[in-house]
């Protein structure tokens, strides 16, 4: 596998369910170190386009290539090493219920065959920096939808990816928490990593622009278009 200067590329892709068509003839480059909002009405395909950025969804046309490899080329094993390189926030957070958030937290160590242990000093410095040291041993049900963002946050960075791909990751937080949220992904990207977040939510992405240079993409009528000042 190689590793080219684009991280994700889309080259016109297109997605249906069914016979419906989602998005159609989108081409897109995330540049190492980039960050990028995406936007666009609610069922407009911003979790969708993710979802193939992620390699989780492969395009119904068009070509996705991730850190320079075309997806369809790609065995299930080799798709699974690539996601190492990326950090998901989901939109639902997805815990389990019965692991502490320390543990929760710790899960992608375990699947990629790395004991949490080893990673002890390094996992109470990601904890201290989501500001969720004090509810390490809590359950997931205990915790404010502030901290479940936190800790989903934290989950996604825990293997040090490349890639931080968050789906409305303030969309259930106040204006305050949201910020502190955005300030965590500011610093992410500051760390060279490439960061795109969906989201509805226009003033954060006011915040952030008097932060960092971030690009904004707006997905209407299945399209993407790089949208002006006009934010």
């Known amino acids: 596998m190689n590793s080219g200067a684009v991280v994700i590329e889309l080259e016109n892709v ?7 068509a989602l998005l159609s003839d989108i081409s897109l480059k995330l540049a190492p170190g980039s960050f990028h909002f995406l936007t666009g009405p609610s069922g407009a395909g911003k979790t969708t386009l993710l979802r193939l950025c992620y390699g989780a969804l492969l395009p119904s046309s068009g070509k996705i290539t991730l850190f320079g490899d075309d997806v369809r080329s790609l065995e299930r094993d080799d798709i699974a090493m690539l996601r190492r390189r990326m950090g998901m926030v989901h939109q639902d957070c997805r815990f389990l219920d019965h692991l502490s958030v320390v543990e929760n937290i710790a899960l992608p160590l375990s699947a990629s065959g790395r004991p949490a242990e080893a990673a002890g000093e390094d996992l109470n410095e990601l904890m201290a920096w989501v500001g969720l040291t004090q ?59 490439t960061v795109l977040i969906a989201t509805h939510d226009l003033s954060l992405i006011r915040a952030a622009k008097t932060q960092i240079q971030a690009r904004v993409l707006r997905i209407a009528g299945g399209r993407v278009q790089l949208a002006g000042a006009d934010l």
């Open 14 to 20: 297109a997605y249906s369910y069914g016979d419906g």
């Open 135 to 193: 509810r390490a041993d809590a359950l997931p049900p205990e915790l404010s939808g502030g901290e479940r963002q936190r800790a989903a946050l934290a989950r996604a960075v825990i293997m040090s990816p490349d890639v931080v791909l968050a789906d409305e990751p303030t969309g259930n937080v106040d204006w305050e928490m949201s910020q502190r949220l955005l300030r965590l992904l500011v610093e992410l990207n500051k760390m060279g990593k």
